[in-house]
C-alpha cells in the first residue's frame, strides 16, 4: 500500500468549485471523475479539464486518481488525458478481465514511457460491478502489479444480477461484499467498501457505523461523494486510542516474555502468543503510517490556504 485508502472523495472534473476546493478537504485520496458524475455529451470536453484539476487536487497532499469510463470509445482517450507527473493512477470501474486489466497495464506503459515517467508509477484501483467481474476476480487481482485496490459498485452489481437490496438480502451481500475482502487480502490489495450502501451520504452517524463495522472486517477505507464524509472515514478505518494502547501493552509484555524464555503469556485473561505480537506490531505500523500522511496533508493544506490568501 503506497499511499492510506480510508477516504476516497469522488467529485466531478468539470465542477471547477468542487475542485479549487479539493485540497482542503483532508481525503486520502482525490478522485476527478469522466465517469458517472458526467452528462455523455461533455465526456470529451471534460478531460480538457484534467490537466489544471490534477494540479490543483494534488496540492492539499492528496493522492490523486481520475476514474475513467469502460467502454472502447471513451476508454484509451481518457486514461491518454489523464497521465501526468503529479497523477497517482487510474480508477478504472466495471472492470471483467484480467485480460482488460492487461490492456490498460501495457496501455499506461507505454505512455509512461512517452512521458518520461517512472514505470508502474501509474497505479490502478479497481472496481467490480457485475457478475462477470466477480467471478473472475481472482485472476483480475492478479493480473497487475499496478492494482492498488479493489471495491465493490453494490448499485451496479445487484443490477447486473437483478438481486433487489432489502432486509431480507443484506446478508448475501456482506457475504459478497466479504469475499471481495479475502480476495484483496490473498493478493495483497487493499479491500475499498462499506457493509451498507453509501447512497444516503448525508445520514453521518450510519456511514460512521457502517465505516467502523467495515474495518472490523478488515477493509481499509471507502469512497464518498461528499465532503461531509472524510473524517467520518479517516476516523473509521484508523486505529483508535484503545487498540493502539492494548498493541503496546501486548508488545511490551510479550517481549518482556520471551526474554524470559516464554512463547506465549496471559495477556488480560488471554492466551497471547506470537500470531497476536505480530498484529499488535501492524496496528502500530498502520497507526505511524497514517499519523505520517495526516502531518503531511496538513502542511501541504496550510500552504495551499496561504497561497489562496495572496491571490
Known sequence: MLHPHRS????PVTNEKFVQKAPLRNADIIVLDLEDSIPYNRKIEARSYLANGIEIASMGGSAV???VNN???LLWDDIQASVSPLLTGIYVPKVESAEQIKKIDAF???LEVQNGLKRNSILLATLIETAKGYMNLSSILQSSNRIQSVSLGAEDFVEDIQMKINSSTAEALKNIRMQICIAARAYNIVPMGLMSSIANYTDLKEIAESARLAYEHGFAGNSCVHPSNVE???NAFM???DEITEA???IESFEKAVQEGLAAINFNGKMIDIPHYEKAKKILSL???YTLYEEKKQAARLHYESQLKEV
Open 108 to 110: 499506461l506503459t507505454n
Open 65 to 67: 486518481y481520475v476514474r
Open 232 to 234: 467520518i472515514l479517516n
Open 239 to 241: 486505529p483508535n486510542n
Open 248 to 250: 503496546q501493552q501486548i
Open 287 to 289: 497507526f505511524e503510517k
Open 71 to 73: 467502454t472502447e470509445e
Open 8 to 11: 476516497r472523495l469522488i467529485m
